[in-house]
């Protein structure tokens, strides 16, 4: 994964799914349709192919806490799992649908979000309502994503990653995004 070959090869494959499922589904595209550029995992294109649609498993109560990184504190889910910014979203407000749901779905929640621990800021937290009804946790008024090429709890492998038209970043408990570049060390903590 660490290669140029093996990013080159990830994106073809990821840019190939993307137009197979633009081609079969008939539709013009549009916002969320178009491959990833950068950080793409080489078995990523085609576990997001093989989701018919996202699962983001929606909690009871979402759990946001801070973990120290080597990007820094950073927020994270109740399982550990790293959070995301997606730049191109407005205030309280989700631009990532369709495809783009696939490979970062949302933190969904039935209940009020929390703060967990590490100075995460529970007037900070809150839940705004995407186009389809689900509540998605939102902290400083950035809607909040998990990242499917993230294996386990401390990995950032989509620090940095551009889709169709933003960049996606993680979050620092003052509710900035944090532009430190990804070390590709593998994650952990």
Known sequence: MGTNTGRATAMALALLCATAVAGCSGGAG???????????PE??????????????????????????????????DGEGRTLYLFEADKRNKSTCTGDCVKIWPPLIVTGKPEAGTGGVKGSLLSA?????????????????YRFTGDHKPGDTN???????????????TSGKKNTTP????????
């Open 30 to 40: 549009g916002a969320g349709t178009a491959a990833r550029t950068t950080g793409a």
């Open 43 to 76: 078995d990523l294109a085609a576990s997001a192919s093989a989701t018919a649609s996202p699962s983001p498993s929606a909690t009871a109560a979402g759990r946001v806490s801070a973990r120290s990184t080597s990007l820094g504190k950073i927020l994270v």
């Open 128 to 144: 705004t309502t995407r186009d389809n009804g689900a509540k998605q946790v939102t902290y400083n008024g950035h809607p909040l």
């Open 158 to 172: 989509g620090q940095g990653d551009y889709w169709s038209h933003g960049t996606w970043y993680v979050l620092g």
């Open 182 to 189: 990804q070390q590709n060390t593998g994650g952990g903590y």
